[in-house]
Nanobody, 117 residues
Framework: VQLQACGGGSVQTGGSLRLSCEAS????????TGWFRQAPGKEREFVAR???????AVYADSVKGRFTISRGCRKMVYLQMNGLQPDDTGVYYC????????????WGQGTQVTVSS
């Protein structure tokens, strides 16, 4: 499974961005996809996840009500980010769950999001 993420950029506080993630390769009947982020000097953290077989999603408390993960066509997954804050700054990665062990084993290359005050 290969993942390609894009859509990052620089915005001011309160702005919006939409990240895109396209999956390719042996995705079978679909994959559970997640977004993670890593701020400078911090560990990578979970942001959101959408299940492979439904539209049910899970969010980190820090982004609930502001971010929305969704599916598009052609194995696309989006992360709509509204009300961005400086604490949202970081490199955002999309990842896919490997069904054999339930881990996020497949990662995209990351896209930079910078929010200025």
């Amino acid at each position: 499974v290969q993942l390609q993420a894009c859509g990052g950029g620089s915005v001011q506080t309160g702005g919006s961005l939409r990240l895109s993630c396209e999956a390719s390769g042996r995705t079978g009947e679909g994959i559970t996809t997640g977004w993670f982020r890593q701020a400078p000097g911090k560990e990578r953290e979970f942001v959101a996840r959408i299940w492979r077989s439904s539209s049910d999603a899970v969010y980190a408390d820090s982004v609930k009500g502001r971010f929305t993960i969704s599916r598009g066509c052609r194995k696309m997954v989006y992360l709509q980010m509204n009300g961005l804050q400086p604490d949202d700054t970081g490199v955002y990665y999309c990842a896919a769950l490997r069904r054999s062990d339930g881990t996020f084993a497949y990662w995209g290359q990351g896209t930079q999001v910078t929010v200025s005050s």
